[in-house]
């Protein structure tokens, strides 16, 4: 069983919606990560989080909103998604940047699809 | 800036065959490390190993083995006798000595066939 866990695993939404991804871990880590992936690209970086606080965000557009409440919990809210968004949304967590050579430990992820 | 590469984008193997997945990389750091992971269909990405870039020693776990080169800035995987539950996508992954960045190449999508 894995130690990072993100609902739903699956997400159908119109472009009109507001969803919101959740990925939680239980591993005492202090940094969380989404990634984008998409078919025939490689993993997409969007956003991290180190002690709750952002300090990495990949140009990514506004219609994608991160929250991290704790060091345990990383959201991510959607809203007016385009097509194009369609992807496997993954979160990951490890250390925090101040640990050497982290190991980021990914959830299952969540499957987009933007009608 | 760092960058890696996985030039097979997808190698078909009969079960029971040895198949070795290549990884190259490019950075400017000395000390580095440099990551594999394992994406079954289920989707969630599977750490496999870590090494160091002053450690190159030949690793083995199992059917797994990874040859570390750094001369020719490499670091390819092999699984010896595959099998079918190895069936995945295969990413080599890049990262600096500190700091949250994992550097991915683009995969290698593996099916081993009964």
């Known amino acids: 069983e894995t130690g990072v866990t993100q609902t739903p695993r699956h997400l159908v939404m119109g472009m009109t919606n507001k969803k919101s991804l959740k990925c939680e871990q239980h591993?005492?880590?202090?940094?969380m990560y989404w990634y984008k992936q998409s078919a025939k690209k490689p993993l997409e970086l969007m956003f991290v989080?180190?002690?709750?606080?952002?300090?990495e965000n990949n140009s990514v557009p506004s219609r994608f909103s991160p929250e991290c409440p704790n060091s345990s919990h990383l959201f991510l809210h959607l809203h007016t998604l385009q097509p194009e968004d369609s992807a496997l949304y993954l979160c990951?967590?490890?250390?925090?940047?101040?640990?050497?050579?982290?190991?980021?430990?990914f959830g299952a992820g969540t499957r987009l699809s933007v009608l | 800036a760092q960058k890696v590469t996985q030039a097979q984008t997808e190698i078909s193997v009969v079960e029971k065959e040895d198949v070795t997945l290549d990884c190259v990389y490019e950075?400017?750091?000395?000390?580095?490390?440099l990551f594999w992971y394992k994406q079954p269909p289920s989707g969630e990405l599977v750490f496999l190993i870590r090494?160091?870039?002053?450690?190159?020693q030949n690793e083995i776990s199992g059917r797994y083995s990874w040859n570390f080169q750094k001369s020719t800035s490499s670091f390819n995987f092999t699984i010896t006798a595959s099998q079918v539950v190895d069936s995945a996508v295969y990413f080599c992954?890049?990262?600096?000595?500190?700091?949250?960045?994992?550097?991915f190449g683009a995969g290698t999508i593996l099916r081993v066939k009964s």
């Open positions: 990951a967590s490890s250390q925090d940047r101040g640990t050497r050579a982290n190991i980021q430990y």
């Open positions: 591993l005492g880590h202090n940094a």
């Open positions: 989080y180190n002690f709750k606080e952002q300090t």
């Open positions: 950075t400017r750091d000395t000390t580095y490390y």
């Open positions: 090494r160091n870039s002053f450690d190159e």
């Open positions: 992954a890049l990262s600096e000595e500190y700091g949250n960045k994992l550097v």
